[in-house]
T-cell receptor, first 113, second 115 residues
Framework: DQQVKQNSPSLSVQEGRISILNCDYT??????FLWYKKYPAEGPTFLIS?????DKNEDGRFTVFLNKSAKHLSLHIVPSQPGDSAVYFC????????????FGGGTRLMVKP | NAGVMQNPRHLVRRRGQEARLRCSPM?????VYWYRQLPEEGLKFMVY????????ESGMPKERFSAEFPKEGPSILRIQQVVRGDSAAYFC?????????????FGQGTRLTVV
């Protein structure tokens, strides 16, 4: 029973263009959502988060959008850079039950120069 | 301010041996989480600990796996009588609060290989 899904295992984008990574969830108790970036042989690095009371959060080139009614969130990276090439994980938590994260399966982003 | 420290980075064990994975949380963080990542999969929650307490171990296998976070020293994830299926990357994360909106910070992981 996958509560958080990233349906695209990989995404290839040209440098300078927009990267859009998608994530769907099923548990309506989730109220906090995060995106992590992961390079091979390293731990996940926190990128950006959003609370369920918001529908958008922006930090530099990264913007996360949340559509609660559709149980869908997305991460936009613009402009994309070759250094953004990594695996991106969407994660969700029910913060009233502790901060355990439920992760999606990840999307491998490749940004071509 | 050092980040989350895990050691060893790589651990090779023969089937039937014990594996001990250590995690020191970030300074000021009293909540520790262990996650496991199998090849080509996302991270799966295993156990959540505070100092001297297991808060939630719903993701941890009932047998052979145990975790602790003593008053002094790092958190330890212990796997007894390892099997090939235990081969994975084990990540520890820490956060400063129990509830509320806060991100968890991850260590670099311990890659366990069972031969």
């Amino acid at each position: 029973d996958q509560q958080v899904k990233q349906n695209s295992p990989s995404l290839s984008v040209q440098e300078g263009r927009i990267s859009i990574l998608n994530c769907d969830y099923t548990n309506s108790m989730f109220d906090y959502f995060l995106w992590y970036k992961k390079y091979p042989a390293e731990g996940p690095t926190f990128l950006i988060s959003i609370s369920s009371i918001k529908d958008k959060n922006e930090d530099g080139r990264f913007t996360v959008f949340l559509n609660k009614s559709a149980k869908h969130l997305s991460l936009h990276i613009v402009p994309s850079q070759p250094g953004d090439s990594a695996v991106y994980f969407c994660a969700a938590s029910d913060t009233n039950a502790g901060n355990m994260l439920t992760f999606g399966g990840g999307t491998r982003l490749m940004v071509k120069p | 301010n050092a980040g989350v420290m895990q050691n060893p980075r790589h651990l090779v064990r023969r089937r039937g041996q014990e594996a001990r994975l250590r995690c020191s949380p970030m300074k000021g963080h009293s909540h520790v989480y262990w996650y496991r990542q199998l090849p080509e999969e996302g991270l799966k929650f295993m156990v959540y600990l505070q100092k001297e307490n297991i808060i939630d171990e719903s993701g941890m296998p009932k047998e052979r796996f145990s975790a602790e976070f003593p008053k002094e020293g790092p958190s330890i994830l212990r796997i007894q009588q390892v099997v090939r299926g235990d081969s994975a990357a084990y990540f520890c994360a820490s956060s400063p609060v129990q509830v509320g909106h806060t991100e968890a910070f991850f260590g670099q992981g311990t890659r366990l290989t069972v031969v």
